[in-house]
């Protein structure tokens, strides 16, 4: 029975090109700032076009994240407020792509499919995304020294001198609202407003007010780093960083399958936007938690007392997607925790709702997943470049992620519903696709007739643990480099020549006492049952070797001391859930 008969018109809202409006400048400020502009936009001022609540003419669904579904009653209405949306993003971004479409409902059509359909509408009407031609420096006009493809308006003093074009302008703007108007350190830090600001300024669903108000509670202010460079200096080894792109598992199932779970309307929209808010808030709490359990915090004393300098940068926290940069050696370490803290949340989130009768009843009891790409690389990087590949490793782990999951629908014991990772260590520059590095850099010939691939990724979240652990252990035991080194140019040999000589190195590890019995490269090398290969088939050998040593640079000994507090103890127990 449909208890929105008079709402049939949904005006869907979705942000489009996201990553090109964000990384149009390879600047950090331009980036936060783009980070900044798009939130404001989609969590306070469309709602406040809206004006005050009116359930009689529209009903808001949600609003957030780079998208909003809103109920109206008359289409005109709705075409109205379409147009101010658009209105609104070429003045305050003049760039940045927003597409607006409004579908009447079906009389036959459920909530869900109604709200599907206009997802899809909006899909198929994208906005076509137009780049300005980059200028010719000349005597009248010049390009903006940010983006360098639109003409500069307006020169801008702070960092340094620049020629910013408009839109840049705006979000160099912008920056100067996220801080407390004080006098910077002596590094020139800036310090976050406080919690309560932001909040006023761009609401409660906001990153940088979830990371103000975790530190707050803590009796801690926030200082925010003010270029990528700040992020390498903080990471060991020096000048490097790593950027971890995030993205839900099977959202759009969990969507479809909302229409079966609650056929009525009511249950219908409640579900949604439960599920919307659900996913929207553990992506953000779980990131910040993430850095501010592993990321090595400094002290620092300012004239508002003490506060933290964190080492990260939050381009994208929205949604289930989040985008986050922080010291490479931190890296795989808030990739894993955060996924695990994701689907902890989105579990425990979904009771809170039941209990306080926003949800019907759960809708994914074991919780939601997600997966991720983490590349590390020179923090001189161009930032646009890590982005695409990161999204590249991220879609190779969901494609692990997505294939567990069968195997769990199907009753077969090896099947999970759990994130997964994938990831690079980047030593120099290139532009040739992830999957094509995988197929030439990481297979092997073989003499066999067999498959042999030089790398065991994607992980699983408990498999990357395990690796981590590993790793660390290795760099306990004192096991010289060199000696791992060796191991790395031997892989890329023909099958039989790599057996041969990893064999030469594994009897020199006897004779210097480095493969005694019960140590970690002991545990290695037995692990490996065709060593310096895992038979992981009839028909496919693997090996996690390459893994380890090109991690084994980033992966450092646990720091008690740091201000980071490591990572917790993980108690979440989801035996139950992948049975």
Excluded at 297 to 305: P, R, S
Excluded at 379 to 392: Q, R
Excluded at 529 to 554: A, N, Q, V
């Amino acid at each position: 029975m449909r208890n929105t008969e008079t709402m049939s018109f949904l005006l869907v809202i979705e942000t489009q090109k996201v990553k090109s409006y964000l990384f149009a400048s390879p600047i950090m400020r331009e980036t936060r700032g783009a980070s900044l502009l798009l939130d404001l936009l989609n969590r306070k001022e469309i709602r406040k076009i809206l004006g005050k609540p009116d359930e009689r003419n529209y009903k808001v669904i949600y609003l957030g994240g780079g998208t909003g579904k809103i109920l109206f009653r008359v289409e005109n209405e709705a075409e109205i407020f379409k147009k101010k949306i658009l209105a609104l993003y070429r003045q305050k971004t003049i760039n940045a792509r927003v597409s607006v479409e409004i579908v009447q409902r079906d009389k036959d059509a459920n909530f869900t499919k109604w709200m599907r359909s206009g997802v899809r509408k909006s899909q198929q009407n994208k906005l076509g995304h137009a780049e300005g031609i980059t200028l010719i420096g000349g005597r009248w006009i010049r390009p903006c020294t940010s983006c360098g493809y639109e003409p500069a308006e307006k020169m801008f003093s702070e960092h340094d001198e620049h020629r910013l074009c408009k839109a840049c302008l705006l979000k160099r703007r912008e920056i100067n609202n996220l801080y407390t108007k004080i006098k910077p350190t002596k590094r020139s830090d800036k310090m976050l407003r406080h919690s309560s600001e932001l909040a006023i300024s761009y609401t409660d669903n906001f990153i940088f007010t979830t990371l103000a108000k975790k530190n707050e509670d803590e009796n801690f202010r926030v200082l925010l780093s003010q270029d990528f460079n700040d992020i390498g200096k903080s990471s060991n080894p020096l000048n490097y960083m790593g950027f971890i792109y995030a993205d839900g598992n099977r959202m759009g199932e969990v969507v479809k399958a909302l229409g079966e779970m609650f056929p009525e309307d009511k249950d219908a929209q409640l579900a949604y936007k439960a599920f919307s808010e659900i996913v929207d808030r553990a992506t953000r709490e779980a990131a910040v938690e993430a850095v501010m359990e592993i990321v090595t915090m400094e002290k620092i004393e300012t004239e508002e007392g003490i506060a933290r300098f964190i080492p990260a940068e939050f381009v994208m926290a929205g949604g289930d997607d989040l985008m986050l940069v922080v010291p490479a050696h931190n890296a795989l370490e808030v990739a894993v925790l955060f996924m695990e803290k994701f689907q902890e949340k989105t579990q425990k989130i979904q009771s809170e709702y039941v209990e306080q009768w926003k949800l019907p009843r759960p809708f994914a009891g074991c919780g939601l997943t997600t997966s991720a790409g983490v590349v590390i690389a020179h923090a001189h990087y161009p930032i646009s470049g890590l982005m695409i590949m990161a999204e590249d490793l991220m879609k190779l782990a969901k494609k692990r992620s997505a294939e567990l999951a069968f195997k769990l629908k199907s009753g077969d014991a090896e099947g999970k519903e759990t994130g997964t990772l994938d990831f690079m260590v980047l030593s120099e520059a290139g532009s040739e696709p992830v999957k094509e590095r995988r197929k030439n850099e990481y297979t092997a010939k073989s003499h066999y007739n067999k498959k042999i691939t030089l790398t065991e990724r994607p992980y699983t979240t408990a498999e990357a643990r395990r690796l981590l652990t590993t790793i660390r252990s290795l760099k306990e035991s004192k096991l010289p480099r060199s000696k791992l080194k060796a191991l790395y140019s031997v892989l890329f040999q023909s099958s039989m020549q790599a057996q041969f000589d990893a064999l030469r190195i594994k009897e020199r590890l006897k004779i210097t006492g480095d493969l005694k019995e019960g140590s970690i490269m002991h545990r290695v090398v037995t692990s490996l049952s065709c060593f310096p290969f895992r038979e992981k088939s009839d028909d496919e050998w693997t090996t996690p070797l390459t893994e380890i040593i090109e991690l084994y640079d980033f992966i450092q000994p646990k720091n008690k001391g740091s201000t980071g507090t490591g990572v917790m103890p993980n108690t979440f127990n989801r035996n139950q859930c992948d049975q």
